[in-house]
Each structure stands twice: as structure tokens, then as C-alpha cells.
């Protein structure tokens, strides 16, 4: 299984672009790329899936180089309510998602 | 469509005791997972059930049974109560185990055993 690393926490400003690098060096050629994001005391909730090149939803963007050994989660002009945990996961299938620790995104006014 | 629930909310139990955590989904979805999230950690896997019928285990079953009762009910048991064991429970489903299918969790269940 592929292992991920992310930092542990990042800090931004309310308006500003938030960049979330993942790191994904041993993925396998039938893994995706999904990031979940989880407020306290909630259950996590998708974002975005991707498996190569650039994918755009109406809440982030995900950039996935050719190499696919890193990905980039841009959430845009962020707010105070986008706090929180965002997890990579690199997985063949839902069975096999593991969350690590995260990283915890405070965005102050 | 109320999603992914878990009863109940909170729990305490004392060291030794039973229960079953429950959980249903109302989105016809085949696949259904059990992860149980410490202080500060991520989640991690449990038992996870790929379709009716069938269950199997996940990083941390010790301690843990699960029952497919149906297609919509997925319960987790726990026999004999643990401090350890004391967590935070997430129940969560898919429309099946394909790697482009996005999980969607219930609110939780926060577990304190004494």
C-alpha cells in the first residue's frame, strides 16, 4: 500500500489560496488519489478524486503531476469554516483507504 | 435522504460490559465500513463489509465483531469492554469497493469505557 506524508499543520489567512502537498512515492499504477476533509467532532467528508493531471470541483483543485509520486490539494480564498483536518489517501480500492494523521489547516481572520 | 446514522451518540460502559454499536444507510449502497478514530489520530479501519453478506477484517479487528444484517444495517459488537477501546466510532458506506467511489460517513459514536 502506498504511504503517504503531509505536513502536520498549516496556517492561512482568511481570502488567501491554500496549497495541501501530499507525498506519494510508492503509488501503484491502479491507485487514485482522494482527499477527505473532517471538522471536529464530525466524520470525514470527500473533497476531490483524481488519478492523473488536474481535477477541479466546486469546492478545491487537484494537481497530479505526470510522475504521480505527489499530488497538490488548492482549496481557493478559503474562510474561517475551512478549518480542519484535510487526509490523502492512496488507495486501489475503498477497502484499503488508510487515514494518517493529516494536516490541520487553521485559517485565522 | 438521511445518509450514513449511528446510534447511539455517546456511551459510557465499565470495563467488561457489552454493547452494539448500530448503524444504517439509506442509499442502497453495497459496501460498508466500521473505523474507529483515537485523540489526535486518523482513522483507522476495523471491519469493513464489501456486500451483503459477506465481512472482513480491517487493521484493528481484536475485540471487535460485525454483523452484514441486511443491506442497509451494518452492527459492530463489542463482547468485552476495554479502556482501550475507548474512541471515537465512525460508520461508513460506498456504492461499491471501486476506488472512484467516495465514502460517506455517519456523525460518529463517542465511546468512553471505564
Known amino acids: 500500500l502506498a504511504k503517504t506524508t503531509q505536513p502536520i499543520s498549516m496556517d492561512s489567512y482568511e481570502g488567501q489560496e491554500v496549497n495541501i502537498t501530499c507525498s506519494h512515492n510508492n503509488i501503484a499504477t491502479n491507485d487514485y488519489i482522494t482527499w477527505y476533509q473532517q471538522f471536529p467532532s464530525q466524520g470525514p467528508r470527500f473533497i476531490i478524486q483524481g488519478y492523473k493531471t488536474k481535477v477541479t470541483n466546486e469546492v478545491a483543485s487537484l494537481f497530479i503531476p505526470a510522475d504521480r509520486k505527489s499530488s497538490t490539494l488548492s482549496l481557493p480564498r478559503v474562510s474561517l469554516s475551512d478549518t480542519a483536518v484535510y487526509y490523502c489517501l492512496v488507495a486501489p480500492n475503498t477497502d484499503k483507504l488508510i487515514f494518517g494523521t493529516g494536516t490541520r489547516l487553521q485559517v485565522f481572520p | 435522504n438521511a445518509g450514513v446514522t449511528q446510534t447511539p451518540k455517546f456511551q459510557v460502559l465499565k470495563t467488561g460490559q457489552s454493547m452494539t454499536l448500530q448503524c444504517a444507510q439509506d442509499m442502497n449502497h453495497n459496501s460498508m465500513y466500521w473505523y474507529r478514530q483515537d485523540p489526535g489520530m486518523g482513522l483507522r479501519l476495523i471491519y469493513y463489509?464489501?456486500?451483503?453478506?459477506?465481512?472482513d477484517k480491517g487493521e484493528v479487528p481484536n475485540g471487535y465483531n460485525v454483523s452484514r444484517l441486511n443491506k442497509r444495517e451494518f452492527s459492530l459488537r463489542l463482547e468485552s469492554a476495554a479502556p482501550s477501546q475507548t474512541s471515537v466510532y465512525f460508520c461508513?458506506?460506498?456504492?461499491?469497493?471501486?476506488?472512484?467511489?467516495?465514502?460517506?460517513f455517519g456523525p460518529g459514536t463517542r465511546l468512553t469505557v471505564l
Open positions: 463489509s464489501a456486500s451483503e453478506g459477506t465481512t
Open positions: 461508513a458506506s460506498t456504492r461499491d469497493r471501486g476506488s472512484h467511489n467516495e465514502q460517506f
